[in-house]
């Protein structure tokens, strides 16, 4: 299966409306256990590289996803993985910005496969940059249109429902706040889910 801008966009719409439940379930959980050390990074592992490979395989996604202990298991790796993303896109950014965003494109795979395959962090990298290579300007048209065209529509169920609701005071400031929330899980539910795509297909 062929990597293309118009799968990205169309499966992150599909799976990010298909799992905007449990994903928005794990985020809140995630935020209020975010305070608790150690448990706290197998959450983050687990929201950050947990979901999107099971997404990936066409597996449900539990609302306690980010809870499996096994996320905890590949803590040094996850932690040294992200260092070295961190220090390479940084160097990038140095030299006129666009090598960064190229960086960041060829390794966003990494992580991903630091957990989900349980490669070691160096191998990670050069596996997700082998995996990209000639697919970066898909991914980065793929993944800029579906966001962009995401935040327009929730700016815009935000800003409908402000000018309605408004005027209800405490009632509507409610409504207002539920749809925002919604709106930011959607957001985040179609990104995962388009990057979900993005792996399932270059990793086989």
Known sequence: MELTIGGIITNGIQRGIQNLIPILINAVLWIITIWIPYLNVGTTIGMLTGVVPKMAK???VSPTEIFN???????????????????????GLLFFIIPGYVIFIAWMLAPLLVVDKEMNPIDAISTSNALTYGKKWTIFFGMGILIFVTEIVVFVAIYITGSIFDSLGNFGSIIILIVSIGGFALLMSIAMSALSYIYGTLVR
Do not use: D, N, Q, T
Request: aromatic share 20%; hydrophobic share 55%.
């Open 58 to 60: 066409g597996e449900s």
């Open 69 to 91: 202990p096994v996320y905890r298991k590949r803590m040094g790796e996850f932690f040294l993985v992200m260092g070295f993303m961190f220090a390479g896109i940084m160097v």
